[in-house]
């Protein structure tokens, strides 16, 4: 049996998702003539209350159009060091905005309100870019699917609002703390100008991600995604999986979290783990002593994939395809190592 814990996006449509594609009505989006992707997009704006919602063919094309529509050449943004929009969209925040990042050093990927305040330069000392965006991230990915407590979001707002910055939550994950904590779409739609959140990660559709925000920001959202290359066609059979996805494939978010801290827990009792990260969501990061490249092929030669983050940091990320059965299957695959003292 293969067991493949390297993302969450390798998940493979289920047969009534299937069905929900091969059934879809479609016409021409470039005309906003597909009425699937029209319906969908209305659902995920009405979902966090927000004026207007556009469907990107992936996550990074839509951070990428929201750093775009907030900033002009030679402002900068402030970010983690972790951060998405830093470290895995290949450098778009220079290529596509001419925009630079203010890193924080923050706690799992998160950052807090005073660090926000002290990274804003001072928009009359000329030397320096001027600041116009910050951009969380909830969940972290590089930080361990860490949730943002609401709290600091908020004072982050206010940092926001105080400074005149834009606000952008890279929300590819964000399904997943909804989930943890409990909270709702509606509370983030009310913090951030705007928000782009993932199809193809947790909720398991083969692409696509949904950028949201008020009026006046996203009446240019359309033209920035156009000059991408995003604007799609018939791609109604896509926004039907990600229809069907948000009506189906949300709450059962606790049943990835509860197999990560299982894992967790299971890691916990393995001579050879010097560490596990605390589990928030469906991302387990833990620390191995001895040989990590010996552990990943052993590991490999049992039908289980994972990768390596650098640094002796390795990562398994639960998902839909995850099943009952693989999960129980891993365990006890896993639990044989316990007898071992390391892993030469
Ligand atoms: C996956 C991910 C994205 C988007 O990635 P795409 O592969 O471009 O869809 C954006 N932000 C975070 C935090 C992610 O984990």
Same mark, same amino acid.
């Given at each position: ?9 390798? #998940? ?34 009405? =979902? ?78 000329? @030397? ?10 909830? #969940? ?42 409990? $909270? ?20 398991? #559709? ?11 920001? =996203? ?12 604007? =799609? ?15 189906? @494939? ?14 967790? $827990?299971?890691?916990? #009792? ?6 596990? $990260? ?20 052993? =590991? $490999? ?44």
């Amino acid at each position: 049996m293969k067991i493949d814990l390297r993302s969450d996006t390798v #998940t493979k449509p289920t047969p009534e998702m299937l069905e929900a594609i091969m059934n879809a009505e479609v016409g021409d989006d470039v005309y906003k003539e597909d009425p699937t992707v029209n319906a969908l997009e209305e659902k995920v704006a009405t =979902m966090f209350g927000k004026d207007a919602a556009l469907f990107f063919p992936s996550g990074s094309m839509a951070n990428q159009a929201a750093i775009k529509l907030h900033t002009q050449p030679g402002e900068q943004l402030i970010a983690d060091q972790y951060a998405h929009v830093y470290n895995y969209e290949g450098g778009g925040v220079s290529f596509n905005s001419g925009v630079s990042c203010k890193l924080i050093n923050g706690h799992r990927g998160m950052i807090t309100a005073s660090q926000v305040e002290s990274s804003i330069n001072p928009p009359d000392f000329y @030397h320096s870019p001027l600041t116009s965006l910050v951009c969380i991230e909830n #969940t972290t990915n590089k930080g361990g699917g860490a949730c943002y407590n609401f709290e600091e979001i908020k004072k982050i707002k206010e940092v926001c609002v105080t400074h005149n910055l834009g606000y952008h939550l890279d929300g590819a994950r964000l399904w997943n703390a909804l989930v943890a904590k409990e $909270e709702t779409a509606l509370e983030y739609g009310k913090m951030f100008d705007t928000i782009s959140v993932c199809l193809s990660k947790g909720l398991g #559709t083969p692409m696509g991600s949904v950028l949201l925000g008020d009026a006046k920001i =996203m009446e240019n959202a359309i033209r920035v995604r156009k000059v991408l290359g995003g604007g =799609m066609r018939q791609i109604g059979y896509m926004a039907a999986a990600g229809i069907y996805a948000l009506d189906h @494939h949300i709450n059962r978010l606790t049943e990835d979290h509860r197999r990560a801290t299982e894992i967790g $827990e299971m890691l916990q #009792t393995l001579p050879f783990v010097t560490k596990v $990260e605390p589990i928030d969501t469906n991302i387990v990061i833990f620390n191995i002593d001895g040989d990590e490249t010996h552990f990943i092929s052993e =590991m $490999e030669k049992q039908g289980v994939y994972f990768y390596s983050m650098g640094q002796g940091k390795l990562r398994f990320v639960t998902h839909l395809d995850y099943t009952a059965e693989k999960h129980s299957c891993f365990l006890e695959l896993l639990s044989k190592y316990a007898l071992k003292k390391a892993v030469q």
